[in-house]
């Protein structure tokens, strides 16, 4: 994957605003503000400094700390924009409600598909949903269980603020808990480093994050066992296929209005293929990657 720095520069820097160069007219300076997921920390840096380069005279923050944190600071009214991995709760919904007296807007601004990391020398391939479910609930223990080595798994995963963590338990672990022994870290980026140094490790996180590890197939309605790419994630066939919003508090004007209008051209999405994450839309360079995944079905194998 490029752009490893970005992951090591998001995990030390929570924040940063971007602002240079460009083509906008006028004198007076605006911020913009976002915050919350940190799976789109990458994306959202890089969109808000290619941005920058087009409109010397606005300033977008971006601040990581999770989907809750960013939706919690949207519904205190210190961010403009909240991050999310995670559609909005209908507890959030209803506070946003008291608040404004009206919903929240949602914009999908990118895909992503949650991957399953493990370390490149654990001999693994790929795991059905109901292994997965078992591994983190804590009933499979062992990774003789699922056709590894004989050793004993070590579990990590995100902290409950993210939206990742909620995706996972609700689509995998059908809203039950997590193992008691699961290792929370705090940013898809410490649990790819943990993972990375852990030949007994197991983590999850975001497509764009997956470098330094082995990422898993994981086994589709029709039984096939299938890995995050853009036909998967597109299509919907990969199981733990998701959009990511923003969250605003009313519609979107002026700079705002401008930003996310250039995030949603065929410019903005570009740049998720950049860092690997998804377009919302087939693009022109990734309608012949589809085209051409037909000839590389060989990647993916069928679960037994």
């Not at 919904?93 to 654990?122: C, T």
Request: glycine letters at 12%; one cysteine or more.
């Amino acid at each position: 994957m490029k752009y490893l720095w970005n992951i090591e520069f998001a995990l030390i820097f929570s924040a940063m605003v971007i602002g240079c160069g460009g083509e906008r007219d006028g004198s007076t300076n605006e911020t913009i503000t976002q915050k919350g997921s940190d799976t789109m920390v990458l994306i959202a840096q890089k969109w808000a400094e290619e941005f920058g380069k087009k409109n010397p005279n606005v300033q977008v923050t971006v601040t990581g700390g999770g989907s809750g944190t960013g939706i919690s600071s949207l519904i205190n009214g210190t961010t403009q924009i909240a991050n999310a991995s995670r559609p909005m709760k209908e507890k959030e919904r209803e506070q946003m409600m008291q608040k404004n007296g009206s919903d929240p807007v949602e914009i999908v601004v990118a895909k992503d598909g949650i991957s399953i990391y493990i370390h490149p020398d654990n001999p693994v391939e790929q795991l059905t949903l109901a292994q997965l479910k078992g591994i983190y609930e804590g009933t499979v223990k062992n990774w003789n269980e699922v056709g590894g080595n004989d050793a004993s798994m070590i579990l990590y995963g995100r902290e409950n603020s993210s939206g990742t963590y909620d995706f996972f338990k609700e689509h995998i672990l059908k809203k039950g808990d997590f193992a008691t022994e699961t290792q929370t870290l705090p940013g898809t980026a410490g649990v790819v480093n943990a993972v990375s140094k852990d030949v007994k490790g197991i983590g999850y996180g975001g497509a764009a994050y997956s470098q330094g590890i082995k990422v898993l197939k994981l086994a589709g309605a029709d039984g096939e066992g299938l890995l995050p790419t853009l036909e998967n994630v597109t299509s919907g066939k990969y199981p733990l296929a998701r959009d990511l919003y923003f969250y605003l508090e009313v519609e979107p004007s002026g700079a705002i209005k401008e930003y996310i209008d250039w995030i949603l051209s065929d410019e903005g999405q570009k740049l998720t293929r950049e860092l690997e994450y998804f377009p919302i839309r087939p693009l022109e360079g990734d309608i012949q990657a589809s085209e051409g995944a037909e000839e590389a079905k060989d990647d993916t194998t069928t679960v037994k």
